[in-house]
């Protein structure tokens, strides 16, 4: 079993999954980025809600490596548990892990860089180490809990730990997809007129963008386990603060509503009184 206290067990599993990660986008993923047809792409649980023959494909790729080395951990797709109706409230406090092949397939759709490949390993509910790769930019970002986050720059092959500073720069991230619409009107409202606003339609280019102290904060209306668990675990171990936005309480795979990630915690405070006021 994996025990990321010990360095080379962290060593071991982060080698794995840069090398996985780029491997399923060269064989996969970045091989059919420009010549997509309208036959391999679909909607799932909205007209907005896009899924691509190669996001299926690169599930099914990293599924069938993961359990080749770690053949007693379970995995959660985004694409196995949307097709299989899996109950996320069936799962317990064993080792998970939890993957989205392509984060933000509307923008692989329409070519456009901000796409990532992303895995977290769950342990009692919670993100204990996560991985993200975004191929064409050359980045890899990695977190263990306690062992802060590293991003490796794959043009200059410098690989630093990553820490969120104070200073703001007036950019936010983010959306209010499924928010009761009453309260969502109103959030909505206050994040367009009290903030500048970005939207970059992927969680993980999103948390590469606050880790680079490039935003200075990202609000979504509703969670993952596959979105949520890499931007939980990379910002708060980049010395950041992610809440659930209406109890401030740490994320898990079985939270339920929106959630907010920050530079710190007054910041964190900050924001969810502006955007609810």
Request: charged share 30%.
């Amino acid at each position: 079993m994996i025990n990321i206290e010990k360095k080379e067990d962290r060593k071991d599993i982060n080698d794995f999954f840069f090398n996985l990660l780029r491997k399923v986008n060269n064989k996969i993923i970045l091989k059919h980025f420009q010549n997509l047809n309208s036959e391999e792409i679909f909607t799932k649980s909205n007209e907005n809600d896009y899924v691509t023959t190669y996001d299926k494909s690169a599930e099914k790729y990293i599924i069938k490596e993961i359990n080749k080395k770690f053949t007693s951990i379970k995995v959660i797709g985004e694409e196995t548990t949307f097709i299989e109706n899996i109950d996320l409230m069936s799962f317990n406090d064993d080792y998970y892990f939890a993957i989205d092949p392509i984060d933000g397939t509307k923008n692989y759709i329409k070519k456009n860089e901000n796409f990532c490949t992303m895995v977290s390993l769950i342990f009692k509910k919670k993100p204990i180490a996560c991985f993200i790769y975004y191929p064409l930019i050359k980045k890899y970002l990695s977190s263990f809990e306690n062992f802060e986050t590293k991003l490796l720059d794959l043009k200059t092959n410098k690989n630093i730990f990553v820490n969120i500073n104070k200073d703001l720069i007036n950019l936010a991230t983010g959306g209010t997809k499924g928010i009761v619409e009453t309260k969502r009107k109103i959030i909505l409202k206050n994040f367009n007129s009290k903030f500048k606003r970005c939207f970059i339609g992927s969680a993980g280019v999103e948390t590469l963008m606050l880790a680079s102290n490039k935003v200075d904060f990202i609000f979504h209306g509703r969670v993952t386990p596959w979105d949520h668990s890499p931007m939980s675990l990379i910002i708060k171990e980049a010395g950041g603060e992610v809440l659930m936005f209406e109890d401030q309480t740490p994320f898990n795979i079985f939270a339920k509503g929106p959630i907010l990630a920050s530079r710190n915690l007054n910041h964190w405070k900050y924001v969810k009184n502006k955007l609810k006021s």
